[in-house]
């Protein structure tokens, strides 16, 4: 007999409550910000921080100078921690959400769900923006119309002071037809989003740092690709043009800490 497991949800009580109409929600898994060991522990002991970490408090940084801007301000990001492996939802749950407080991660909400049922968590809690170190859960949720990215072990020496977002912008002018239509909207309605958070900001000292960076192609693409996000209303603090030349060397250099095109991106080396 198979028992489908019961998804779980919690809050935390002191975190501040977001405007759920205007919260940009970003579910990050909790492998990616915590080594989550494998074994049992005690109730009383945390994790050692993961690759995610660094971003998460880059969001939370961005969310602070946002209030401190505008105290009434409502256009927040809402961070929700996954846990996919019903294992370790078994054995860490209550470690997971210890550790969150021990660091003093913002996390508004925490799911515990089995494998089958954490696509239907992530239409539930009205995500975003998706994101793992596992690649066949970000396609799987990118399938299903969720902006999703990947997370490397890169992303653990990002800045944490700003939120650095890379954009791919080889993609970004093609039509929005095709079976990947979802979640290139998906992908569109994020970036509007966050155009609007960085246009609460100055050319000069910003919590975010919006970056393009086109692969192929000359001027004329990256020109193309520059127009179609500023008709999104996402301002480009960076912007690169590769012509064909390796993306590792620039990709180290950026530090940002995750890419996107118009629906699924995993980075290339």
């Keep these: 007999m198979h028992l489908r497991q019961v998804?779980?949800?919690?809050?935390?009580?002191k975190?501040?409550?977001?405007?759920?109409?205007?919260?940009?929600?970003?579910?990050v898994t909790a492998s990616a910000v915590f080594e989550c060991a494998a074994d049992d522990a005690d109730d009383d002991e945390v994790?050692?921080?993961?690759?995610?970490?660094?971003?998460?408090?880059a969001l939370q940084r961005v969310n602070d100078r946002l209030l401190e801007k505008n105290p009434a301000e409502s256009?927040?990001?809402?961070?929700?921690?996954?846990?996919?492996?019903?294992?370790q939802q078994q054995q860490s749950s209550r470690i997971i959400i210890s550790s969150t407080r021990h660091y003093g991660l913002e996390v508004s909400r925490f799911c515990f769900s089995g494998e089958d049922d954490f696509m239907?968590?992530?239409?539930?809690?009205n995500v975003q923006l998706f994101l793992?170190?596992?690649?066949?859960?970000?396609?799987?949720?990118?399938?299903?119309?969720?902006?999703?990215?990947?997370?490397?072990?890169?992303?653990?020496s990002c800045p944490s002071e700003q939120l650095r977002v890379l954009y791919c912008g080889d993609t970004i002018s093609q039509t929005d037809t095709g079976p990947t239509s979802v979640s290139r909207r998906a992908a569109?309605?994020?970036?509007?989003?966050?155009?609007?958070?960085?246009?609460?900001?100055?050319?000069?000292?910003?919590?975010?740092?919006?970056?393009?960076?086109?692969?192929?192609?000359?001027?004329?693409?990256?020109?193309?690709?520059?127009?179609?996000?500023?008709?999104?209303?996402?301002?480009?603090?960076?912007?690169?043009c590769l012509a064909g030349a390796p993306q590792g060397p620039i990709m180290s250099m950026l530090q940002s800490h995750f890419m996107l095109n118009d629906g699924f991106c995993q980075t290339e080396e």
């Design 132 to 156: 793992s170190t596992e690649s066949n859960e970000a396609l799987q949720a990118s399938q299903r119309g969720v902006l999703s990215a990947l997370l490397d072990q890169q992303t653990s």
């Design 75 to 87: 256009l927040l990001f809402d961070v929700v921690l996954f846990t996919t492996n019903s294992q």
């Design 47 to 57: 994790y050692g921080v993961g690759a995610a970490s660094p971003l998460l408090q």
């Design 188 to 240: 569109q309605g994020f970036s509007a989003r966050l155009g609007e958070m960085r246009r609460r900001f100055d050319l000069f000292d910003s919590p975010l740092s919006i970056i393009l960076v086109t692969s192929h192609g000359g001027r004329e693409s990256c020109g193309g690709a520059l127009r179609t996000l500023r008709s999104r209303g996402v301002r480009v603090d960076e912007a690169y």
């Design 7 to 13: 998804t779980r949800e919690f809050l935390l009580p």
């Design 15 to 27: 975190i501040r409550q977001k405007d759920a109409e205007r919260a940009v929600v970003v579910a």
């Design 120 to 125: 239907e968590s992530l239409l539930k809690n």
